[in-house]
């Protein structure tokens, strides 16, 4: 499997199921993340920096917070010819606490080490959005993830079995615009 590929999908394995120890499979010891968030909907720290401290906040503190986690890169995967690699994403999880429904999209930059293991050093996370839909939605949109490649997805994949669901017009606008 091609090393950036791997690095990626350890982290959203990591991060949609919870399990902090795959993070030293996906992030340098000394990675840096910048998470810009265009939204009130939801906070993150704008910087953390090393792997313990971004383990804390994409798996430990998320996962507190939130289960039903499904992340989506929706573009081709990387090579491992480039050490930069930019993708969009969509997320939908669901609150602990209340029930509500988050689904978001935004976009990834990813920068890898460009030596063995070539593990991310530099990741910049951008939240262009997170809707709250009640949580009734859960269901239909969970159902919906389910049957979607995982965690690769084209845009036109991602299209494929959307629900028709109030509020959640952007989500399709985001995905018409992705050029792949």
């Known amino acids: ?38 939204t009130g909907e939801i906070s993150f720290p704008p910087l953390s920096k090393g792997i313990d401290a971004i383990t804390k906040i994409l798996v430990r ?8 986690i499904y992340t989506f890169c929706l573009a081709r995967p990387p090579a491992d010819d480039d050490n930069r690699f930019s993708c969009h994403w969509m997320v939908g999880f ?23 293991p070539f593990l991310v050093e530099d990741l910049k996370i951008t939240v262009k959005f997170m809707l709250v839909l009640p949580s009734d939605t859960l269901y239909p949109l969970m ?9 690769w997805c084209s845009p036109a994949e991602a299209l494929n079995g959307m629900p028709k669901l109030a509020g959640i017009k952007s989500v399709l606008d985001f995905i018409n615009r992705i050029e792949i």
């Not at 503190?61 to 039903?68: A, I, P, T, V």
């Not at 919906?144 to 965690?151: D, H, V």
């Open 1 to 38: 499997m091609p090393r950036h590929l791997e690095a990626i999908q350890n982290y959203i394995h990591a991060k949609d199921s919870g399990h902090p120890y795959l993070m030293k499979n996906a992030f340098a010891d000394i990675a840096k993340l910048e998470v810009i968030v265009e």
């Open 61 to 68: 503190d998320f996962g507190r917070s939130y289960e039903n």
């Open 94 to 116: 669901s609150e602990k606490n209340s029930g509500a429904v988050r689904l978001g999209c935004g976009l990834y930059d990813w920068v890898f080490q460009t030596h063995d």
């Open 143 to 151: 159902h919906w993830f389910s049957k979607l490649p995982y965690p």
